[in-house]
DNA sequence: GTCTATATCGCGATAGAC
DNA sequence: GTCTATCGCGATATAGAC
């Protein structure tokens, strides 16, 4: 997907990258320094700024390269638009596996959730971001729900736009009691738990090549 | 409920605090520094820390300050165990007419959004603040749900402390969205969408002393 | 093109004068 | 009760060495 580094300018590019992406999701954004960040990166705060113009421009950019990760998994046409499309139920099942492996990354799960409220205000550098990211994400899992009820046997009498919002908001919200104590909720119960309330049972693991006991 | 300031000292704390709360709405809590709100006060910063002993508790004193409305109005029995304790479908009610109160006041809402998602660190100034209040919420929605469904016709089938940590989550993840795009979601009709698959539809107005054109 | 050193700024917090 | 002065710290910006 991404190319390989072959300049020197674009290693340290990416050990910046991988450095501001580590610290960022331990620490949240303000509380990360442009120091800390280049000197875990192996240079001065001073020469990190020659490969980003701002902190701003380089949370961003890890945003990014983090997002297209998990999109790309999930709605592999996102990217591809050729992609084979694994089945809705296949994808609804990727999306709850997405929620349990989230529980083990604390860090960027803590990143995401104080960013999209930090960017709520328009001025923010990833405001833009944020509200594109929603828009599409909706979209995405409305589209996906609508699929699903039609479905299901019987089809479910539900608005799928109005339930993706509501299945949005139950992962961030989800999140943010999750963090501050984790043995509090369990977010990947919540989710199978909602999602049943529609009528959408979620198999526990993935029927073709899954594993059983994890 | 709270006693007039008659001192000179009452009355400058209480501006500081309403400064604090102005600011602290409008851009969160790290973004905000000890001068700008002492300068809204009328004082320097040092004047400021003469009232509070730090940046801090100032913060956690704005929180329990407009936290102690709501709650007492949603749950009386918090701050006056004594109190009249309205039934369990009037204070359902309230939990959602709040939600549509908070579509008013983006400024507050953003700020326990951003609070409570800078707060997810145990290290923060109001880490143990947010926990007792999530703790607190879950268990008194928990209660009012269990109470709701066992009064329900037919009973409602459901783990209300399960339910609760939902509510809880969808109220907070609404707000994320709406705070991104204030036209993309309505928290209210979500809430009332997702009570209703519960079994509990909530009326639009107040039965006794409503208004009913709002 | 890649990086370091240096300078300036504003922050939270403290000490002590008035 | 409020001020001025000051500290140490970290974010950002620029000049210029390699």
Not at 94 to 120: D, F, H, I, Q
Request: contains cysteine.
């Amino acid at each position: 997907m991404s190319k390989e580094p072959r300049t020197k300018g674009e290693r340290t590019r990416a050990r910046i990258l991988d450095s501001a992406a580590e610290l960022f999701s331990r620490s949240g954004f303000n509380a990360v320094s442009l120091r800390e960040i280049a000197a875990c990166a192996g240079l001065t705060h001073a020469g990190l700024l020659h490969h980003f113009p701002g902190k701003e421009q380089l949370l961003l950019e890890v945003l990014s390269r983090r997002d297209e990760t998990d999109a790309a998994w999930l709605f592999p046409r996102i990217l591809e638009p050729a992609a084979p499309e694994p089945p809705p139920a296949e994808r609804l099942r990727r999306v709850v596996e997405l929620v349990g492996r989230n529980s083990r990354t604390p860090g960027l799960v803590g990143l995401y959730a104080k960013l999209s409220a930090e960017a709520s205000g328009p001025d923010h550098p990833a405001h833009h971001y944020f509200v594109e990211r929603y828009r599409r994400l909706r979209a995405e899992l409305g589209a996906l729900l609508g699929a699903l009820f039609a479905a299901a046997d019987p089809p479910v009498r539900a608005e799928p736009q109005a339930v993706a919002v509501q299945l949005l908001a139950l992962l961030d919200g989800l999140q943010t009691q999750w963090l501050l104590e984790p043995g509090a909720v369990s977010m990947e119960d919540s989710v199978r738990d909602f999602l049943g309330r529609y009528g959408l049972p979620v198999e526990r693991e993935t029927a073709r090549g899954g594993r059983l006991t994890g």
